[in-house]
């Protein structure tokens, strides 16, 4: 069983930066693909940003590219996104998910609320 518990979610301006972090339990954290997703009030979750547990590439989706930044501390078990010049758009509650079989993301933390006002 994996846990995953988020936090740095808050309130910010348009163009200021956040820091999510999202703490996992288990021993082969380093062996897990880990990702960042977020869902917008009646919107689908979509995919933010992701990274392979054994190559460290990373992935974003086209909107956060340039700005969000995804990294990992394998001896802390944790996983951050570093959100810079963040837009009203961005504004969803992110969660952090975990991928330990190279297959699907099976575990999910319980989200971070980030809200961007204009």
């Known amino acids: 069983q994996v846990q995953l518990v988020e936090s740095g979610g808050g309130l910010v301006q348009a163009g200021g930066s956040l820091r999510l972090s999202c703490a996992a339990s288990g021993r082969t954290f380093r062996a897990y693909n880990m990702g960042w997703f977020r869902q917008a009030p009646g919107k689908e979750r979509e995919h933010v940003a992701s990274i392979d547990w054994q190559t460290g590439s990373t992935y974003y989706r086209d909107s956060v590219k340039g700005r969000f930044t995804i990294s990992r501390d394998n001896a802390k078990n944790t996983v951050y996104l570093q959100m810079n010049s963040l837009k009203p758009e961005d504004t969803a509650v992110y969660y952090c998910?975990?991928?330990?079989?190279?297959?699907?993301?099976?575990?999910w933390g319980q989200g971070t609320q980030v809200t961007v006002s204009s």
């Open positions: 998910a975990a991928d330990p079989f190279g297959g699907e993301y099976n575990y």
